[in-house]
């Protein structure tokens, strides 16, 4: 989820739920090696436990990019090996690397020599025309090699050549019984189930044959489904809050951070989904994307304000 899942946006689902693992958006090996590493890797502390998702396929580039990291203290080092965009693809890394599992494997090792935090793997069924029981198992197989115990599965084939990214959300058929054929023949290992998770309900009802499971863009356009996440899959006692009063008490975190100089709309865009199918849902995403692009500064929290006031008005 590049461009979704960035610091703002963790800092947001967190305030909805204490337990989840989170994962930053992925972020390239050679970036981390060369680029700007406060700007890449920095995060909030209170976003813990959080993962870092790489992308890249050599592997010493991908070792170096994990020891780099370890000063901003990750939970979880994750090699996205699924993704199917255009822009991965021209850099030979995503979904594209299935059919190499033993550059994989090196990759995944290296990593793991690198860190004492758990190293984990993200990939599909297979790719375009692979057969998906013959890619999935034979990947996993060279991968359980590495060293690798923890493997999220998006349970879908990606299509390389004639979908875009965005059709590969939703026209490769979901297998879930294929998933679940791997966690039987490999029931040592943790298997994470990710693709077309919409409530909580699912997951839950997915989360007794599973190890896990990885919400996407359901817990980005949805978020509020993670306000019930710790009471009942975590086993929290404390009692569930409304979206409103998750609005409320995220405000303090959006004063601090207008204060620190970031704009306002870095961090609502990321909430607009707050209040799906509620009263005032649709004034609520009006008026943060209509007046908070451009703000910035303490007095933009008004903006904010008057949404949250107008999505009580409805609800009243």
Request: with cysteine; proline share 5%; charged share 30%.
């Amino acid at each position: 989820m590049m461009d979704w899942t960035d610091r703002q946006c963790r800092s947001f689902h967190r305030s909805l739920t204490r337990h989840s693992l989170l994962y930053s958006e992925m972020v390239t090996a050679d970036a981390v090696v060369r680029g700007n590493r406060d700007h890449l890797l920095g995060y909030d502390p209170e976003q813990h436990p959080v993962a870092l998702q790489l992308g890249g396929s050599d592997p010493e580039t991908l070792a170096r990019a994990v020891r780099l990291a370890r000063d901003w203290d990750y939970d979880e080092f994750n090699l996205n090996v699924g993704c199917p965009s255009e822009r991965v693809k021209a850099g030979s890394f995503g979904a594209c690397l299935m059919r190499e599992p033993s550059l994989v494997s090196e990759c995944l090792a290296a990593m793991a020599e690198a860190t004492d935090r758990p190293v984990t793997v993200k990939h599909r069924l297979g790719v375009d025309d692979d057969d998906p029981r013959e890619s999935l198992f034979g990947f996993v197989d060279v991968l359980v090699r590495s060293g690798v115990k923890i493997f999220i599965v998006h349970a879908r084939k990606a299509w390389l050549t004639g979908l875009s990214p965005k059709q590969n959300r939703d026209i490769p058929p979901l297998d879930y019984e294929l998933v679940a054929e791997l966690k039987r023949s490999y029931p040592d290992l943790a298997i994470i189930l990710n693709g077309g998770l919409v409530d909580l309900e699912a997951c839950k009802r997915e989360l007794q044959r599973f190890d896990g499971v990885m919400l996407g863009r359901a817990a980005y356009h949805t978020p509020a489904l993670l306000l019930d996440v710790d009471r009942e899959v975590y086993g929290d006692d404390q009692p569930s809050r409304s979206p409103i009063r998750a609005g409320e008490e995220f405000r303090e975190v959006l004063v601090r951070s207008l204060e620190a100089g970031a704009p306002l709309h870095a961090m609502t865009r990321h909430m607009l989904g707050l209040f799906a199918g509620a009263p005032g849902a649709r004034t609520w995403r009006r008026i943060l994307s209509e007046r908070a692009p451009g703000a910035r500064g303490g007095a933009a929290i008004s903006i904010f304000d008057d949404a949250l006031d107008a999505v009580r008005r409805a609800s009243s």
